[in-house]
C-alpha cells in the first residue's frame, strides 16, 4: 500500500516531462512553417510575410495532445526583390497540458511549456531555409502590417468593358490606359481583323485581365492556361488571344 501511495505523488512511473515535450513541439513546429513558407515567387518585404504568413494567436499543435502553440515576429527586414533577402525572426511559445494516464501503464506527461526560436530567411525563386537563434528576453513587438498588394481593380472588367463597347482601333490604346492609369499596371491592345483585343494586369503578382470585343460587337474573356503568365512565358499581353502558346 505504501507503493502505490508514493507512485500517486510527484511524477509517476513512465511519465514524460511537458516541458520536453513543449520543446519537441516548438520545433516541429517551427519545420512545418518552413515546409509552409516554401518557395518564394512575389516580390514582399520582410513586414508583409510576418504579417501574412507568420503572426498566429494561440492554436492547437499539428502534433495533437492539446498543446497549443504561439507565433510571434521578433524582428524583421528587408525583402525579396532581385538579389535581396529578407528575415523574420520567430518565437514559439508552446503549452503542453498535464495528460494522466487512461489505463494502468498507460502514457501520460506531465503539463509543460517551451520557447524556442528561429530565423526564417528568404530571397525570390528560393525556397525559405532556416535555423534556430537564441531568444531574446523580453516581449515581441508591436506585429507588422502587410503592406498592400497591388492588383488590378476590382471593378477592372466593368471598366475595360465600358472602353472596349465604344473604342475604335485608334482610340483603344489611350482609353484603356486612361481606364487604368496606376503606374503598376500594364496595358497592352491590339486592333486586329475586325477585333479589339485589350490586356491589363500586374505581371509582379501573375493578375491579367483579358477582353475582346469580336467583330460582332460581343465582349468576351478568353481562357487561358496561367503558367503563361510567370515569368519568361508570354505574360499579361493579347498573345495570350492572338498567339497563345502551343
Known amino acids: 500500500m505504501l507503493l502505490l501511495a508514493s507512485a500517486g505523488c510527484g511524477r509517476g512511473i513512465g511519465e514524460e516531462s511537458g516541458d520536453a515535450l513543449a520543446r519537441d513541439t516548438a520545433a516541429a513546429e517551427a519545420k512545418q512553417l518552413n515546409t ?28 495533437g495532445g492539446g498543446a497549443t502553440v504561439r507565433r510571434e515576429a521578433l524582428a524583421w527586414s528587408g525583402r525579396t526583390a532581385g538579389n535581396e533577402r529578407a528575415t523574420v525572426d ?23 511549456e517551451a520557447t524556442r526560436c ?17 531568444c531574446p528576453s523580453g516581449p515581441a513587438p508591436s506585429p507588422p502590417t502587410a503592406a498592400p498588394v497591388p492588383r488590378v481593380p ?17 482610340t483603344l490604346a489611350g482609353a484603356v490606359r486612361a481606364a487604368f492609369p ?13 477585333a479589339l483585343v485589350a490586356a491589363v494586369g500586374v505581371p509582379a503578382e501573375r493578375d491579367c485581365l483579358l477582353l475582346v470585343r469580336t467583330p460582332a460587337g ?11 503568365l510567370e ?7 493579347t498573345a495570350l488571344y492572338l498567339a497563345p502558346p502551343r
Open 36 to 63: 509552409e513558407l516554401g518557395h518564394r515567387n512575389r516580390a514582399r518585404d520582410a513586414g508583409s510575410i510576418a504579417a501574412a504568413e507568420i503572426v498566429q494567436e494561440p492554436k492547437d499543435a499539428a502534433s
Open 90 to 112: 520567430v518565437r514559439f511559445v508552446v503549452t503542453v497540458p498535464e495528460q494522466p494516464p487512461l489505463s494502468i501503464g498507460g502514457a501520460s506527461n506531465s503539463a509543460g
Open 118 to 134: 528561429y530565423r526564417y530567411e528568404f530571397e525570390l525563386y528560393r525556397y525559405t531555409t532556416y535555423h534556430e537563434i537564441d
Open 154 to 170: 476590382e471593378d477592372g472588367q466593368k471598366r475595360l468593358t465600358a472602353v472596349l463597347r465604344t473604342a475604335t482601333p485608334e
Open 182 to 194: 496606376q503606374d503598376w499596371i500594364t496595358v497592352d491592345t491590339t486592333a486586329r481583323d475586325g
Open 218 to 228: 460581343k465582349i468576351e474573356a478568353p481562357g487561358y492556361d496561367r503558367i503563361w
Open 231 to 237: 515569368p519568361g512565358e508570354t505574360g499579361c499581353r
